[in-house]
């Protein structure tokens, strides 16, 4: 138990109480100054922090094929080559309760644009307290930031794998165009 409520005597006594006799309940010395303490320690040698537990499920908003019966008609869109899409669909790059190991990568995806003629494509990622969301547009789905790919100078093959990298104080995202292995990179944000 750290954090400055955790140095309340009837607080400690209530967690206590409703905390189950065979776990283990700790408070360290100073609890009020524990998490700053951690900070610190943190801000000095950040590989004190060997991995982290996902506390969202995080992903990108994207389209795939439309499937008759699987994906709702309200959702199709249709490209300029005629083929029918679902947007919004939520695809996950972590679940919540995934190990994420410190400055490692985790789930590079690979995307297209819908449009060959498509001079750039602007990608949203997502956090979700669900952990196996469908769309973006869930009420439990939140906009934690996005960047845009310029696909401008690529050539017929305009793939480009998205990763997302986990560990220091922030998330970041990057995409590296295939052919050309142009990099756009981001730092995602958690506003509100």
Not at 61 to 87: K, M, Q
Not at 93 to 109: A, S, W, Y
Not at 128 to 145: H, L, Q
Request: with cysteine.
């Amino acid at each position: 138990m750290v954090g400055g409520f955790s140095e309340s005597p009837m607080l400690q006594k209530r967690i206590q109480e409703s905390v189950p006799q065979d776990k283990k309940f700790i408070i360290p010395k100073e609890p009020g100054l524990a998490v700053l303490k951690g900070a610190v320690i943190f801000g000095h040698n950040p590989l004190v922090i060997e991995a982290r537990r996902a506390r969202y499920t995080y992903g990108v908003g994207t389209s795939v094929i439309f499937e008759e019966g699987t994906h709702p008609d309200s959702r199709r869109i249709t490209s300029v080559d005629g083929e029918d899409y679902c947007t919004d669909i939520f695809d996950e790059h972590v679940t919540i309760g995934q190990e994420l190991v410190f400055g490692k990568t985790n789930m590079d995806r690979e995307y297209s644009p819908l449009n060959k003629d498509q001079e750039r494509m602007t990608f949203a990622f997502y956090a979700s307290t669900d952990p196996n969301p469908a769309f973006v547009t869930d009420a439990n789905c939140t906009e934690i930031g996005q960047f845009t790919v310029d696909l401008a100078d690529s050539d017929d093959d305009r793939a480009f794998s998205v990763t997302m990298v986990f560990g220091d104080t922030e998330l970041h995202a990057e995409a590296v165009e295939m052919a050309t292995g142009m990099k756009t990179k981001c730092v995602l944000y958690f506003l509100g």
